[in-house]
């Protein structure tokens, strides 16, 4: 090898040695690391919702995925103080995703969460939405995992997975046809709804429970 001449090792042989380490070529592992501050801001949303009794089913759950035709390697151009128009204009208002639910369950008789990206929380964005809808907010950071709509975007990545789309016109078709193909996946993910108020009480018993284990830690160093 170039790096260490005086040591000439084979392809074979780092083969072999990787494969004795149990090493695998697998994509990386897509895991949220919570900081205490976040964790308790979890806590306390699960805590705020469980008194509230909250109808899961009642709410719109809302989010924003990018599919390439190219690697997602690229970067664009965006100016400062942008994001919030264009996450009006082009996400709220060409999806129509509000009046849509409007006409769904009646104004004002429903609940719409966003995550807290910087668009979705501005101060132009929160009048626009609070004229035409009530609010799940605020939504926890660092929690896409709450939202049931991610698992719709894995579907959509591991079935794109296997086809090639050779232009942006055939690209759009397949995530179309992948989109409207969605059945059983759909009631899954339907089916998390229910698992929010579980998933709430873990996140609360493990935070009691780390919550003891440092009330202990600290009487033991007294």
């Known amino acids: 090898m170039e790096l260490f001449p005086n040591h000439p ?6 083969y072999r040695i990787r ?3 149990k090493f ?3 994509p990386p592992r897509v895991r949220q690391f919570l900081t205490n501050d976040q964790m308790g801001k979890r806590l306390l949303f699960a805590h705020d919702h469980k008194s509230l009794k909250t109808d899961w089913e009642n709410v719109v759950f809302s989010d924003e995925s990018w599919f390439y035709l190219n690697p997602k390697t690229r970067k664009i151009w965006r100016r400062r103080g942008e994001n919030d128009n264009v996450y009006i204009k082009d996400i709220l208002k060409k ?3 509000i009046d849509l639910a409007n006409q769904e369950h009646g104004i004002f008789n429903w609940i719409f969460q ?3 990206a910087r668009p979705h929380t501005s101060k132009k964005t929160i009048k626009y939405l609070k004229k035409r809808c009530m609010l799940l907010d605020p939504w926890p950071p660092n929690s896409p995992d709450l939202n049931p709509i991610e698992n719709l975007w894995s579907i959509m990545d591991k079935r794109l997975e296997n086809r090639r789309p050779d232009n942006e016109e055939n690209f759009i078709q397949i995530l179309k046809e992948f989109w409207d193909s969605i059945t059983w996946e759909l009631q899954s993910v339907s089916l998390l709804r229910h698992k929010l108020s579980t998933k709430f009480k873990a996140q609360k018993k493990s935070q009691i429970k780390a919550q003891n284990s440092n ?4 009487n033991c160093e007294n």
């Open 9 to 14: 090792c084979s392809t074979t042989t780092i």
């Open 24 to 26: 695998e070529y697998k």
């Open 19 to 21: 494969k004795s380490l």
């Open 114 to 116: 966003q995550d807290g």
């Open 95 to 97: 999806s129509k995703i």
């Open 215 to 218: 009330s202990s830690k600290i």
